[in-house]
């Protein structure tokens, strides 16, 4: 082989934001790109509260990579990377290792439950569209088993839906499911009220949505409550049961707990080898490598790094795709024998949805509330999906719920008994004769 | 309890075509409806092959039943029915008891591997939404593992895909294949050639789509072949292992094998103690009740009754969807104290569709082959389908991929193996030698 005409092989371990971003600018240079996912689909994360709570179809939130990449000089690989050799530069596969001179790792991050593993079957997160599809199940699920109850004269079930954690994914998942109980199934059921349906947020701090500014998060915390959902601020979550949450000696029945409360980077950053935070996420230099492997870097959740004012970055899309883009720059000016310049993250604004007409907007001192940064989230988020015809369908799907108040993807599928869906106690029970 | 008074139960068993049409129809009389089925959802299997070859998403051809009955006098129980109760007309869940004044079972049919059930880990059948995306899973998947291998320089793989059975979803699922392979997935991959995939169909008798006339038949056979499917009629499959299907003693290596070659009634048809025929479907009376049992009904693919002319029913919607109108109908006569009339079809023709621009259509003596069958086969479906938001969006998925060759819901969900892939042996292999 002759090394003088050897193309650099650069290897993207992850098809997030930051992975398909930093492939699709890398692959303008002279390098032969190579794209790992253990998933064969890219998942527009921002969406993935509209599978779970029934509103979109998994595949209207995630297309392929080989789809999105295709024409391009990328290689996609399906595959899980299990470790790094640095010293040779390899990527291991469970079967196989892929060789590379450049390697940008974007592995993500995934929910964590600090110490307390044993309380993920009760309270499952929301990071993959399987998880989505999980959520989902047991969200419908617990309103027909509530029915079947009723409608057998078994008597009536207080169904109570906790959401641990008061982040944007908990914010969202909890305003929405105050949308299904009290509007989208109001009509549906015989022998149950889901009206009824409390639906309950429990934030640790002493604010929802802690990354904006104090106002916005009043506000976000009113438009929650506006929606029917019980906020629980400064309340710490000490146990889950399969039916229960219990904060302190308090219990608090529950037939649904969704798990929204904190995310850990990928353990393939301790793989690296390099200094991690508490969090897992690796401390990357200022042009995103890790010490002493220039040829090595990270970038999007996984990537632990500080902006001009001295503020960790958030693990939000637009900071992975600049890191993306970034880290792809600079194995380009590497390849052109100039220097490398440093990340700077440059802030366009910050949005949140929290249910029907909800929202919250954050674009430097200009903060805005209510149906004006609901549209603002929405319209953004649909015209950043990747496809037009992803595009096309979902503004369909979000014109049809909004106007009729239906959802179109209410699918049980897989199993149809919910695990550690125990009879409620019965001091929770209002008893309800049936004649029959 | 005043008898006098006393509103009769109508127990509907299933959710498919002929249970909605007869829940619907029967809850205009005085009576009590209560609709049980296993899913949550019916499925609108004219369309399920589509989800299975990744053209449409799940919830596009899947509608809650509950959301489809809303409005009606009819409660809807998520539940699995285990047995019945004939003698104390009670129908019995493995937790609880249901009674019943009369009783419509329309509990259907699903695949059947007639007496070899240990082939269905490795040739899955398509009756549920489950099914299809546990299929669709494996068609991905091979490409994806194919293309791994060969770009880790571990040589190429030949694909071939089995479809075992030429009825119309062995027909459907063959052409739908031919068209991903040499078409939607053609300019996707870098390491492998998908156009070099092999689509086999292997029907037992003389010629695929058996029930309907010779010359559709062979036309059918035709536009297969046409589409790039090998078609193999006259063809027993005496064994399915892991990797390859055995016809004789010859073994056809496959990669994916899929099981279109038989069904099987419902196991509940056997717990009505009514005599059945070899496929386990109830010998319904003309009024479509069973023996002894004026009040039980069974409706559907569950049911066996000839035709005015001495010929079977055949297991296809329209015969459903007008035996449960029947049976509700027989219903209504007698609380009205009416004579019943005897079941007869009224047979509107038959369509069946191939592949792209392919189909077969018989219209009595008009028979219609290519194009026009096909569009003629996708409006009447799109048109029954169930809701106006799906047939919007399932016209918008098909407009775009015919015109695009894209195919929206390629998502591999669950496990990235592929149970039974195993290595091609050397005289499969083409050696391609791969520099890096």
């Known amino acids: 082989m002759d090394n003088n005409?050897?193309?650099?092989?650069?290897?993207?371990?992850?098809?997030?934001?930051?992975?398909?971003?930093?492939?699709?600018?890398?692959?303008?240079?002279?390098?032969?790109?190579?794209?790992?996912?253990?998933?064969?689909h890219h998942t527009f994360q921002p969406l993935l509260y509209q599978v779970a709570t029934a509103g979109l179809s998994p595949g209207e939130i995630a297309s392929p990579i080989r789809s999105i990449l295709r024409g391009r000089n990328v290689e996609v690989l399906l595959g899980e990377v299990q470790d790094f050799d640095l010293a040779n530069r390899r990527v291991k596969l469970a079967d196989a290792e892929v060789p590379y001179d450049y390697l940008i790792v974007a592995a993500g991050a995934s929910h964590a439950y600090f110490g307390h593993e044993e309380w993920e079957p009760f309270a499952p997160g929301l990071k993959t569209i399987e998880d989505a599809t999980e959520i989902r199940r047991r969200i419908l699920l617990a309103f027909e088993l509530a029915e079947r109850r009723a409608a057998?004269?078994?008597?009536?079930?207080?169904?109570?839906?906790?959401?641990?954690?008061?982040?944007?994914?908990?914010?969202?998942?909890?305003?929405?499911?105050?949308?299904?109980?009290?509007?989208?199934?109001?009509?549906?059921?015989?022998?149950?009220?889901?009206k009824r349906t409390r639906i309950v947020l429990l934030e640790g701090g002493p604010r929802v949505l802690p990354a904006y500014a104090e106002d916005l998060s009043r506000s976000a915390e009113k438009q929650l409550r506006h929606l029917g959902v019980e906020v629980q601020t400064s309340t710490m979550v000490t146990g889950i049961e399969p039916s229960a949450v219990m904060i302190g000696q308090t219990r608090l029945p529950a037939s649904v707990v969704l798990w929204a409360a904190g995310v850990a980077a990928s353990s393939l950053g301790k793989k690296l080898k390099a200094p991690t935070d508490r969090a897992g996420r690796v401390l990357v230099n200022p042009d995103l490598s890790i010490p002493e492997h220039p040829e090595v870097f990270v970038v999007g959740d996984l990537a632990a790094l500080k902006d001009d004012e001295g503020k960790w970055l958030p693990g939000v899309a637009p900071v992975a795709m600049q890191e993306g883009k970034a880290a792809a720059r600079s194995i380009a000016a590497d390849l052109k024998k100039k220097p490398r310049k440093n990340f700077h993250y440059i802030d366009k604004g910050s949005l949140a949805t929290i249910g029907r007409s909800a929202g919250i907007a954050q674009f430097g001192k200009l903060h805005i509330s209510g149906v004006i940064a609901w549209l603002s989230w929405l319209f953004i988020h649909i015209f950043f999906l990747i496809g037009f015809r992803n595009r096309v369908l979902v503004f369909i799907q979000w014109a049809w719920s909004y106007f009729t108040y239906e959802r179109g993807a209410r699918l049980i599928t897989g199993d149809t008994n919910l695990p550690g869906w125990t009879e409620p106690k019965a001091e929770e029970t209002e008893v309800h004769h049936q004649t029959s």
């Not at 699709?24 to 996912?37: F, G, N, Q, Y």
């Open 152 to 194: 057998l004269g078994e008597g009536q079930t207080q169904l109570n839906f906790v959401v641990v954690g008061g982040g944007p994914t908990g914010v969202e998942l909890a305003g929405t499911l105050a949308e299904i109980a009290h509007h989208v199934l109001a009509h549906e059921f015989h022998a149950i009220d889901p």
């Open 5 to 40: 005409k050897r193309v650099p092989n650069v290897v993207v371990v992850g098809g997030g934001f930051g992975g398909l971003v930093a492939a699709r600018t890398v692959a303008h240079s002279p390098v032969r790109v190579t794209l790992i996912d253990r998933k064969n």
